[in-house]
């Protein structure tokens, strides 16, 4: 292997570097999808990962003048299919290649900059926060295991945009503490932190299982080399999301409630006998 070939490889091999490193969770799930997609899906995590980092972590930095840069240079690469920022050049492989939409990129990004200054939700910016947040970058993966077939995408758009709204007002519940008080933020609507009582944390429950139920559906109708990765994930944050409602209010504001490891691989394997036998 030589040249483009070469530095291709090469910066694929980062993003994958870069989903090991930040999310065990994630990596297991790529794992599980048929090899054809992992190194898209790789690519895509780390650009999020990347972008995510920016305004949560780098506090002693211009978080702004950081992300106007990336995002620059997020749409130089697309536009010019090169970067030599890997992570940037292995997005753009995936966006061109499997016609990625421009908008899906935009929306993502303007979630990042709602993070430089977002305390508080109202329910416009709520339902767009997460659609920029999460719901794109499951549409994103969606491309990619549709491998071209825009009937088969139209499908099951809807219910990809409900499992990545799950996903995210999962992770809501789950991390309200440290976005509370080390960022000063509440995403959901209404809500106070220091007055989260039970009767919030139900109507969110609720919420969240009806996005759940719609995109099982959606799931069952996934190419077959991306099912059982979707799967995964789908049983991991139901099993997180199960745990978060048997847990009293108390809990889910002073801790951040997880999944131990090897209650990871346990799910791994109960999901692909479900999957191998059909029973999902």
């Given at each position: 292997m030589?040249?483009?070939?070469l530095?291709?490889a090469?910066?694929l ?10 999310s065990?969770?994630f990596?297991l ?6 090899g054809?997609?992992?190194n898209?899906?790789?690519a895509?995590y ?6 995510d ?20 240079d ?6 010019e299919?090169i ?5 940037l ?10 016609q ?22 109202d329910k416009?910016?709520?339902h ?11 549409l994103m993966?969606l491309?990619?295991f549709?491998?071209g077939?825009?009937n ?8 990809a945009?409900?499992?990545g709204s799950?996903?995210q007002?999962?992770?809501f519940l ?6 509370f008080?080390?960022r ?10 220091r007055?989260?009582d ?11 299982e ?8 959606g799931i069952?109708n996934?190419?077959?080399?991306a ?14 999301f ?6 009293p209010v ?10 131990p490891?090897?209650l ?11 999957y191998r036998?059909?029973?999902?």
């Open positions: 030589y040249g483009v070939e530095f291709d090469t910066t091999k980062c993003s994958k570097l870069v989903t090991k490193n930040y065990t969770s990596t799930g790529i794992r599980t999808l048929s054809k997609f992992h898209p899906v790789y895509i780390g650009f999020v990962r990347y972008a980092e920016i305004v949560d972590t780098f506090h002693n930095h211009d978080k702004k003048e950081l992300l106007d840069r990336f995002s620059k997020t749409f130089q690469a697309i536009e299919s970067s030599l920022n890997p992570i050049h292995a997005f753009q492989q995936v966006v061109n290649t499997y990625i939409e421009k908008e899906l990129v935009e929306a993502f990004l303007h979630s990042m900059y709602m993070d430089l200054s977002l305390t508080k939700c416009m910016t709520y767009q926060y997460i659609y920029g947040s999460a719901e794109v970058v499951g993966c491309r990619v549709c491998e077939d825009k088969l995408y139209d499908k099951l758009k809807a219910p945009r409900s499992l799950a996903f007002k999962v992770n789950r991390d309200m503490k440290s976005d008080e080390e000063g933020r509440i995403y959901f609507p209404g809500v106070e932190f007055g989260f039970e009767n919030n944390k139900i109507d969110i429950e609720k919420d969240i009806n996005d759940f139920n719609e995109a099982y559906q069952k996934l190419p077959k080399g099912r059982l990765g979707v799967y995964l994930a789908y049983v991991y944050y139901r099993r997180l199960n745990k978060i409602k048997m847990s108390s809990q889910v504001v002073s801790e951040r409630i997880r999944i490891d090897k990871k691989f346990a799910l791994l394997v109960k999901s692909y006998v479900q036998f059909n029973f999902l």
